[in-house]
């Protein structure tokens, strides 16, 4: 799981840490990445991840790298992020971004989900938003009985958002169950069609 706050302990971490609890009350083993709160770079389109970098960005000044480099070990991957002007922290989508292009082999076809957590709005969009990448990496998104949303202004307030917490609790088990009932396995899906780009612009 990606805590996309840049607060270690915040209400986003309240919530992963809910989801972690049930994980492993269905016997999955997890971990929590912070993204920390230093600069993040955003992708330039350089294509050297491609060409020369063997699947690192070429930025390697920031959390990305060391974050990406996990994907091949995980079963699946759950972001969460609070909400910033109704999108999700830029910090994490630079993240995403990035460590999607250059290293998204390793993680597609794999379960993912979303968190959002905000004090009020803008919720449903930054959710929206990080599940993006996911389908476009073919990543099966596991649902709960909810949209994955928190509700918390202050510290800990996310604490007190009983739904909100039921809802990581009903995502928990969900992925679990998946993930057993495909034993690990990656769904397939990419490679089965050679990629067909196309573009409006002749």
Not at 4 to 17: C, D, R
Not at 66 to 95: H, K, T, W
Request: with cysteine.
């Amino acid at each position: 799981m990606i805590n996309g706050s840049p607060h270690p302990k915040g209400n986003t971490a309240i919530a992963l840490g809910e989801i972690a609890k049930q994980l492993e009350k269905n016997g999955i083993e997890s971990d929590i990445v912070w993204i920390g709160n230093k600069p993040v770079r955003g992708c330039i389109a350089c294509g050297q991840c491609k060409a020369k970098m063997n699947g690192k960005c070429i930025f390697d000044d920031d959390v990305c790298n060391s974050i990406s480099s996990r994907f091949a070990e995980a079963d699946a991957l759950i972001v969460g992020s609070p909400v910033y002007y109704g999108q999700p922290n830029g910090a994490v989508l630079s993240i995403i971004q990035r460590a999607f292009f250059s290293n998204g082999e390793a993680v597609a076809g794999k379960p993912a989900a979303a968190v959002a957590v905000c004090r009020r709005g803008g919720a449903t969009a930054s959710f929206e938003t990080l599940n993006m990448p996911f389908q476009m990496m073919n990543m099966p998104v596991v649902t709960s009985q909810y949209w994955n949303i928190v509700y918390g202004r202050e510290q800990g307030q996310a604490s007190l958002d009983a739904e909100g917490l039921q809802t990581m609790r009903a995502l928990a088990n969900n992925m679990a169950w998946l993930l057993k009932a495909t034993e690990g396995k990656p769904a397939p899906g990419r490679g089965e069609e050679p990629w067909e780009p196309f573009h409006f612009i002749r």
